[in-house]
């Protein structure tokens, strides 16, 4: 009788990490760690081999630039619209988001959620929080994080702040779009990676 597939032996999807700026390589390593063959994307070509795409944090008009001279905008955005399994994080979120307020034009309209940039105060330039994901705490680290100021329909909260707001710094769209405001390369804990690596293979 077949084995049932363990974590170690499932199938490791290949996932493309957004390298013009930010907080690649730790995502890299944790997509690793969490059951992915994780690379560094920049090209088109590199876009039409990956099962998946994580967008870093760092600056989001930065990338947002840096994705235009590669000739990438347009194709990722067609490829993340058209259900290829994406996962934000921090400026990431905010290049996925629908819109922000501040009219940055950093974009891609693709998860339905309203994001204010550097949302939560001068003061929170960066700062560590609990985190309750599907109500299980993890630790996180905020880096002028975005705050999420709306959450369309179809978009479920999966992680919040641990006090007496809540708000939400965790989303999922559908099975496929993932964005947290938070850093969670910088941290030892995987649960979000190893969320995403399941989405991603759910989806295949
Ligand atoms: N404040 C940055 C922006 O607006 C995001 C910061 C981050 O990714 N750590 O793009």
């Known amino acids: 009788m077949a084995e049932p597939l363990t974590s170690a032996d499932a199938p490791r999807p290949r996932i493309g990490v957004l390298a013009m700026q930010g907080a690649f390589a730790e995502h890299v390593r944790a997509l690793e760690d969490s059951g992915a ?3 560094e994307l920049r090209t088109e070509a590199e876009l039409a081999g990956a099962d998946g795409v ?6 989001s008009t930065a ?3 840096a994705l235009d001279r590669c000739g990438l905008l347009e194709p990722l955005r067609d490829a993340v619209a058209g259900g290829l399994p994406a996962f934000g994080t921090c400026a990431g979120m905010i290049v996925l988001a629908d819109t922000a307020p501040d ?6 309209g693709v998860l339905d959620v309203d994001v204010e940039r550097n949302g939560f105060g ?20 905020l880096i002028r994080a975005p705050r999420i100021t709306r959450v369309g329909e179809g978009v479920e909260v999966v992680g919040r702040l641990d006090d007496a707001e809540g708000e939400p710094v ?3 769209q559908g099975g496929t ?3 947290a405001s938070f ?16 989405m991603v293979r759910a989806a295949g």
């Open 63 to 65: 990338i947002r630039k």
């Open 37 to 39: 063959d994780a690379f």
């Open 122 to 141: 001068r003061q929170v330039h960066s700062a560590e929080r609990t985190v309750l994901l599907d109500g299980a705490p993890i630790h996180a680290v």
């Open 177 to 179: 779009i993932l964005a």
């Open 103 to 108: 009219g940055a034009p950093a974009c891609f």
């Open 170 to 172: 965790v989303v999922q």
């Open 54 to 59: 994580v967008v870093p944090g760092g600056e």
């Open 183 to 198: 850093h969670p390369e910088l941290t030892d804990d995987r649960t979000l990676h190893r969320r995403f690596v399941a």
